[in-house]
């Protein structure tokens, strides 16, 4: 069992073995955003603040690093959770175990907003095709200032591929159909403040070049640790996590 990643036979190339592996929200309590996402998702924890997701015969990870700060504007990354038929019933059983209910301008949409206990946003989606083989997050939405570019820009990251979305939404999708929709939507302002939540991948062998060379930028030169942190071409951060030991 691996992490939500890799090409099935015969899919497109990329540049090296490449996988999304953790979602990741900084939190001022770990612990308690932790909680409540493994409630809410079904995650079981799996060490160092995070919880796996399981996915058929593949996860992913949900991890929470603690920051002094609470959310701000950083909100380029958020999860629409699946609601499908039961949406109502969904949204009470999201309130009970302390979300609340947000109004972020969205209007009279077929979703509901919500916000977890530290204030950042998500959706429980109304009932769709595209989203009835994704487990419990139906998408992952990603503002981005050119949805055909970066489209492109993570398949070629992760191996993903197109798929059938919301209509003007650049939509990718694990070849083997499994997991959430990685939505790149058109965005409402620049990227001026760090994000919220990110995602980190897993790799084998790409190197820096090779990343530069798709249109990713890095963000933070530390030494010493197992990460790396770029951009995306649309400054969204992510990071590339070094080759597991395991």
Known sequence: MTALGGPAPGGPARIGDVHLENIVWDARDPDRLG??????????????????????????????QPVPDGPDDGRRLHLDVLGGASQAARVDELLALGATRADIGQGEVPWVVLADPEGNPFCVMDDRAEYRATGPIAALPLDSADPDRD?????????????????????LRHPAGVGPLLELCPESAPHTTKNRLHLDVRRTSPGDDELRALGAQPVDEAEGLPWRVYAD??????CVLDPSEG
């Open 151 to 171: 489209a492109r820009f993570w398949a070629a990251l992760t191996g993903w591929v197109p798929a059938e979305g919301t209509p003007g939404i650049r939509t």
């Open 233 to 238: 071409p649309s400054g969204n951060e992510f």
């Open 35 to 64: 909680r409540f996402w493994a409630a809410a998702l079904g995650a079981e924890p799996a060490g160092d603040d995070c919880h796996r997701l399981h996915l058929g015969d593949t996860w992913l990870d949900l991890c929470f």
